[in-house]
């Protein structure tokens, strides 16, 4: 492979005290953590197997494969993690395990630049014989975004090397000519890694390959039926007899441009929008942004939760269909909420509107980091709105854990959450010509090129819990450009002003970002208020579940009620619409939270009696009660937990 021209990647150094936090817990716990349980050491854990799999592919020991058949993408987010966190917090003894890790990639994999674990140890004759249940292409995308990421990350090419022949043979054995497979992955990944590994070479065939993927799905003669008549059958068969319920199960049901509404698995489809933006970018193909475009709304209007979770159907780990939002039934993926983090950032690159960077917050407050302890160290994979522990016992909830779990036989969340967060900076900033657009408030310090110009920006904030931003611009010399800041849609009230000038929003104001273009000097300074009284919000009538109810949100955070300050049968509690709500920053509480506290209604049980029903209204009582932001739930005594609240007047 000759010399690389890599897209420059701008290393933003995150300040924040929220997201820091975060950080230095995947730096610390969850990537020592996540490479003991990768290598079984972890006690009481699902095993893994995922390391030894790979030494026994390389060679270096005997056994047989277990796991599930995409345990290999396990390490591919692993590494990316690592190669994120190397970014910003280098580690020469960390970088000396990865390059370990990447030393016995090179020596499993096979001579034609095949490299899948199970199928080189297991059933090396069935290599692509099932792309829709076997998560080959899926793997290989996993790793493809590793390897990027650690290429940017050390300069190191050996990694992505690696991958690069790996996905010079996927195109050896994919696309419309004659003697090709007509085929796409079953789950996809692929699509938006190769965008990424042609940003980093700039091989148009990776970007090529990447189109011929989304472009043949849902083609008739559908790829899957036809592969499944081969087969008799799949590994889940069991769940989705038949063709119809398969197709939208991993959205091949129609080709991408003709889907108008979100269905089947959560994760495959964000996925599949985020290529689909990724494409629609780089190619300007009119008809894929409209898709993005209608998708988008479907799910942010119709089928997302308040925490930015989606897919409720636990049946698949699902959409199901609009409106349907229940909430002690909830699915919500974690890797789904992180997919749709992915999907919003490459929908800001197709057009700077604060809709997707409204959805991108919300995910990445509540529902994305939800899914971990407040240590790093156990997992959701579910993350419910409503939970009762003894309910969880039942078997239509028993997909619903009151407690996080250490590991999962099938790791895809703790890892996923893992690159996610490391990665945070990369989700602050993004830049078209001369203009700088701001997305995110988290601190953070950073370097740009503006029209061949250095300039340094400082972003100081206590975000969430303040709405006080402070944003510095310090250019080498004096120079003209525009810095465009966003207006979260959950402000009703906000102010601006440059150095001492203040500027009326209206006259900046496009689509929810605030364009400031001016000549700028060393020391120039831009100061944004953001007002975040407590919220009430209510949901959209359709959404059954919810009626006559309540979810409390103040700045992005949205918050619940838990058993450990409310005691038991929250169910029991109502806020009066005249409740005066107010917010406490408690230092001291889970890491530092502000809480929301309020006066209340309760139904006094002990004054019901024996009875099961009966024709009177129960009695009420005053209380109080104290709201934690969701995504910090379960992280002292287990008990209920509920976001939507019943309201009364």
């Known amino acids: 492979m000759g010399e690389i021209k890599a897209k420059k990647q701008t290393r933003v150094n995150v300040t924040d005290s929220f997201w820091r936090k975060y950080m230095k817990i995947v730096r610390d716990e969850m990537i020592p953590f996540q490479w003991e349980a990768l290598n079984d050491r972890v006690p009481d854990a699902p095993l893994s197997h995922a390391m030894k799999n790979f030494k026994i592919a390389a060679g270096e020991e005997q056994g047989e494969f277990y796991g599930m058949v995409f345990q290999?993408?396990?390490?591919?987010?692993?590494?990316?993690?690592?190669?994120y966190t190397l970014e910003t917090d280098p580690n020469p003894e960390l970088e000396k395990i990865a390059d370990g890790v990447i030393d016995l990639l090179e020596k499993a994999q096979q001579e034609d630049g095949y490299l899948n674990t199970y199928f080189t140890i297991k059933e090396p004759e069935k290599r692509w014989a099932s792309l829709r249940d076997n998560h080959e292409l899926y793997c290989a995308g996993h790793f493809i975004e590793a390897a990027v990421a650690y290429y940017h990350a050390t300069g190191k090419r050996k990694f992505l090397d690696i991958m690069c022949r790996f996905a010079d043979y996927i195109d050896s054995v994919f696309g419309k000519e004659d003697g090709k497979l007509h085929g796409y992955p079953g789950h996809q990944e692929i699509e938006l890694a190769l965008v990424k590994l042609y940003q980093a070479t700039g091989e148009e065939r990776y970007l090529n390959l990447s189109r011929y993927f989304i472009d043949e799905r849902g083609k008739e003669p559908n790829y899957f039926v036809v592969e499944r008549e081969k087969n008799k059958a799949g590994v889940f068969e069991q769940f989705y007899p038949g063709h119809e319920k398969m197709k939208k199960y991993n959205q091949s049901h129609k080709p991408v441009r003709e889907q108008t509404e979100a269905v089947g698995h959560a994760v495959r489809a964000v996925y599949m929008y985020a290529a689909m933006a990724d494409l629609a970018y780089h190619t300007g193909d009119e008809s894929l942004i409209k898709a993005c475009y209608t998708l988008w709304k479907n799910v942010v209007q119709k089928q997302m939760y308040i925490t930015a979770g989606i897919g409720s159907n636990v049946d698949g780990e699902s959409f199901s269909f609009d409106y349907d939002l229940p909430n002690d039934l909830a699915y919500s993926e974690t890797c789904a909420s992180i997919g749709l983090v992915f999907w919003a950032k490459r929908m800001l690159e197709l057009e700077a509107d604060a809709q997707f960077a409204d959805v991108m917050e919300r995910a990445l407050y509540n529902g994305t980091i939800s899914g971990m302890d407040l240590d790093g160290k156990r997992f959701f994979y579910v993350n419910p709105l409503e939970v009762s522990p003894k309910k969880c016992e039942r078997r239509e909830k028993q997909h619903v854990k009151p407690v996080r779990q250490k590991w999962f036989g099938c790791a895809c969340c703790p890892p996923n959450l893992a690159r996610l967060i490391a990665s945070i900076g990369r989700y602050i900033y993004s830049q078209k010509e001369d203009t700088v657009f701001v997305h995110l408030y988290i601190a953070n310090e950073n370097e740009v090129e503006i029209n061949g110009n250095r300039t340094q920006f400082r972003l100081k904030a206590n975000y969430p819990w303040d709405g006080d931003i402070e944003f510095s611009v310090d250019p080498e010399t004096e120079s003209q450009f525009t810095v465009a800041l966003r207006l979260p849609g959950w402000c009703r009230n906000a102010t601006l002003a440059v150095n001492d000038e203040r500027i009326d929003l209206k006259t900046v104001n496009q689509k929810g970002y605030l364009y400031i273009h001016r000549k700028w000097k060393k020391?120039?300074?831009?100061?944004?208020?953001?007002?975040?009284?407590?919220?009430?919000?209510?949901?959209h009538p359709n959404v059954k579940e919810n009626a006559g109810k309540v979810a409390l949100q103040r700045g992005p955070v949205v918050y619940c009620l838990e058993e450990q300050d409310n005691g038991a049968n929250l169910h029991n509690i109502f806020?009066?619409?005249?409740?005066?709500?107010?917010?406490?920053?408690?230092?001291?509480l889970l890491n530092g939270v502000t809480v929301i506290t309020g006066q209340a209604e309760r139904i006094d049980e002990s004054t019901w009696g024996h009875e099961l029903y009966k024709a009177q209204e129960p009695k009420m009582v005053p209380t109080t009660f104290t709201a934690i932001p969701y995504y910090s739930w379960c992280n002292r005594q287990p008990g209920e937990m509920i976001v939507w609240v019943n309201e009364t007047k």
Not at 76 to 82: F, G, I, M, P, S
């Open 575 to 588: 806020i009066p619409r005249n409740a005066k709500l107010q917010a406490i920053h408690q230092p001291d």
């Open 72 to 83: 290999d993408s396990d390490v591919a987010k692993w590494l990316e993690a690592v190669a």
């Open 523 to 539: 020391g120039d300074r831009i100061y944004l208020r953001f007002a975040m009284p407590v919220e009430r919000i209510k949901a």
